[in-house]
């Protein structure tokens, strides 16, 4: 079955680095559109970064600090972020689409607190 398994969450403080996998299985990884979305406690989930072929894009206020990458031989894909602050405190969300086909993963604590 699909699943999308992320980790690399964790508690950093602000100014620090994390940098999450996503790894996945059940579909046809190099396929898809792979995103990283994320939910602060009583907020909407946003989006973060995508990638798709060799383009991607990131929310405004993550661009500079945040890098996406895939490796379609591991069927992972990373987050590496970069100056954290306490606004990226969130839980953080793999995402893979391909038309109507969409899927989540379970998503992955991060913390950004002195």
């Known amino acids: 079955q699909v699943q999308l398994v992320e980790s690399g969450g964790g508690l950093v403080q602000p100014g620090g680095s994390l940098r999450l996998s996503c790894a996945a299985s059940?579909?046809?990884?190099?396929?898809?559109?792979m995103s990283w979305y994320r939910q602060a406690p009583g907020k909407e989930r946003e989006l973060v970064a995508g990638i798709s072929g060799g383009s991607t894009n990131y929310a405004d206020s993550m661009k500079g600090r945040f890098t996406i990458s895939r490796d379609n031989t591991k069927n992972t894909v990373y987050l590496q972020m970069n100056s954290l602050k306490p606004e990226d405190t969130a839980v953080y969300y793999c995402n893979a689409r391909r038309n109507l086909l969409e899927y989540w993963g379970q998503g992955t604590q991060v913390t950004v607190s002195s």
């Open positions: 059940g579909f046809t990884f190099s396929s898809y559109r």
